[in-house]
């Protein structure tokens, strides 16, 4: 099992910027990517972006591309995500998940079924 605890949230204006952490623990051996979704009310969950830990490769959203920059701590097996220039519409709850799943493919970690753990989420509100 792997446990994902997630902070940094929070309520800020528009043009702000907020940094995201996910600390990992138990079995962090078994975990080959993570990444952060997103779910705002009454919408599903969406892919943010993802980090593989073999190589740091990253895979971000369009809608975020250019604004967002996911990080991560090997060692310390802690991924931030540093989200700058923030939109009202980036308002939601930042879920952390970890995925114990081999892949080539860089677009196999923009989909939630393909994450085993996950976080309890934070919640990030932008006001205009």
């Known amino acids: 099992q792997v446990q994902l605890v997630e902070s940094g949230g929070g309520l800020v204006q528009a043009g702000d910027s907020l940094r995201l952490s996910c600390a990992a623990s138990?079995?962090?051996?078994?975990?080959?990517?993570m990444g952060w979704f997103r779910q705002a009310p009454g919408k599903e969950r969406e892919f943010v972006a993802g980090i593989k830990w073999s190589g740091a490769n990253t895979y971000y959203a369009d809608s975020v591309k250019g604004r967002f920059t996911i990080s991560g701590d090997n060692a310390k097996k802690v991924v931030y995500l540093q989200m700058n220039s923030l939109k009202p519409e980036d308002t939601a709850i930042y879920y952390c998940?970890?995925?114990?799943?081999?892949?080539?493919?860089?677009?196999?970690?923009?989909?939630?079924?393909?994450?085993?753990?996950w976080g309890q989420g934070t919640q990030v509100t932008v006001s205009s």
């Open positions: 138990g079995r962090t051996f078994s975990m080959y990517a």
């Open positions: 998940g970890a995925s114990a799943r081999p892949s080539i493919s860089g677009g196999y970690y923009t989909v939630p079924r393909n994450y085993d753990y």
